[in-house]
């Protein structure tokens, strides 16, 4: 502006008509007034600037609030009140077994979760199986159960070290029985190693935990829990049906006085790109026929990869295996029968290859989100095995391979509709072609 005015002054002292100096004082006054606006422009600007920072410090607020679930795998908002997740199954099944075609409404599981500050989170579920229950011995309509699968609250100090509540928590043993809703597996059933090996859902009444994450795609959970147990002679541990028995009834003074506890942990590894693998071990005492001590300790490592040369294709893996000190005392070995003798040790295995076959050109509408994914499975369970006590009985018929075959057409990330065939390479009486859809929101 000063510039302006001097050159004004310079015009004015020479030879130049009136005329020139008014021309000369136009163009000054209309060069200040276009600086003027240029300045109030760039304080327009300035405020708009402003506002839309305070926006944006408000985002990454409300996003900090939002904390993913490290055992469920969804995020959770932190709003007050309540929040709720949910999944659930149904299937229908042709069998070759005595059980002859059938309908079962499996699951349907309700997540309420509340996060009352910044480093409380509860955590609960509740699971309506197989229709439910009617409190009845006999019911026309219901065969099922309505369980307290999950109780707790997690205290969040950190990163690398947190802290979970007294309750009942899924044992960390293995992928499947951590994270189990049925858009996370391939099948209409979940892993038989899941059933027999590792009783998913495997939950007990803990007395806490801790959890992190370590840092370089490694993360960690420890729980101390109530351990395995052996009710009566119809809940034990048994080579025709594996561990399946052995899981816990939450409370049940008169059965379940002499538990002790146990102690599990695993260990997960995601540093290499398109993996995830983890260990998983598990140690505890039961009492047996005639309340005499078993040490029973389990192990689990099990990978799934996506290589990056082709990462429509899937590869899974999963061996688990028990370990029995003095199985002589289990209650199968001591019920008078030889089919259901067991040893001290069990294991399985399973091994499962899927691909992705939905077109990329179909990836618009409503099959934006869609996957058609075939996979087929084999899996090898041995309930009878190990070393046997004097006078016990391995019944080989127990251990059984399984090969399956299927499709997963994944509608969404939410909803999946499956259909497989499973043959029992042992006996064709286990056969069973299923279909089924699965929710997870």
Not at 6 to 16: D, I
Not at 54 to 66: D, V, Y
Request: with cysteine; net charge neutral; aromatic share 12%.
């Amino acid at each position: 502006m000063r510039m302006i005015l001097n050159v004004v002054s310079l015009v004015c002292r020479g030879r130049g008509s009136l005329f020139r100096v008014a021309v000369l004082a136009c163009w000054a006054g209309n060069v200040a007034a276009s600086a003027q606006s240029v300045e109030d422009r760039v304080k327009q600007l300035e405020a708009q600037i402003r506002s839309m920072q305070a926006e944006l410090g408000q985002i990454k607020s409300n996003r900090a609030a939002t904390l993913a679930d490290p055992f469920a795998g969804l995020e959770k908002k932190s709003s007050s009140g309540l929040n709720f997740k949910f999944y659930g199954e149904a299937k229908y099944k042709w069998t070759r077994s005595a059980d002859g075609n059938y309908f079962d409404p499996h699951r349907f599981v309700l997540s309420p979760s509340f996060k009352p500050n910044d480093w409380i989170q509860f955590h609960s579920e509740i699971e309506i199986e197989h229709g439910g229950a009617s409190g009845k011995s006999t019911s026309r309509f219901y065969d099922g159960e309505i369980e307290l699968e999950q109780f707790y609250a997690d205290f969040l100090i950190n990163d690398r070290f947190n802290i979970r509540s007294p309750g009942i928590s899924l044992v960390p043993m293995g992928r499947v029985n951590l994270r189990h809703e049925p858009t996370t597996f391939y099948s209409v059933e979940r892993p038989r190693l899941y059933q027999e090996i590792i009783p998913s859902t495997w939950m007990e009444g803990s007395l806490g935990g801790v959890w992190g994450n370590l840092g370089e795609g490694l993360k960690y959970e420890a729980l101390i829990s109530t351990g395995i147990s052996e009710r009566n002679t119809d809940n034990m541990i048994t080579g025709s049906g594996g561990m399946r028995g052995a899981r816990p009834r939450l409370y049940d003074k008169a059965d379940d006085k002499t538990d002790s506890l146990a102690y599990g942990a695993k260990f997960t590894y995601t540093g290499v790109p398109g993996l995830e693998t983890s260990l998983s071990g598990y140690v505890t005492q039961l009492s047996g026929h005639n309340s005499q001590p078993i040490t029973a300790g389990a192990w689990d490592v099990e990978a799934s990869y996506r290589p990056a040369w082709a990462k429509r294709l899937e590869l899974r893996g999963d061996v688990a295996m028990w370990h029995f000190g003095d199985a002589a005392n289990l209650r199968a070995n001591n019920d008078g029968t030889t089919t259901n003798d067991v040893g001290n040790r069990m294991y399985g295995w399973y091994a499962e290859a899927a691909y992705d076959i939905w077109p990329d050109s179909w990836h618009h509408g409503r099959g934006g989100a869609m996957r058609l994914v075939p996979f087929v499975r084999y899996a090898d369970i041995h309930t009878t095995s190990g070393d046997y006590a004097s006078g016990l009985t391995k019944t080989r018929s127990n251990n059984k391979d399984y090969l399956t075959g299927g499709v997963a057409w994944f509608l969404s990330d939410h909803t999946v509709v499956k259909a497989d065939y499973t043959a029992c390479l042992t006996t064709k009486s286990d056969n069973i072609f299923s279909v089924g859809i699965g929710f997870n929101f």
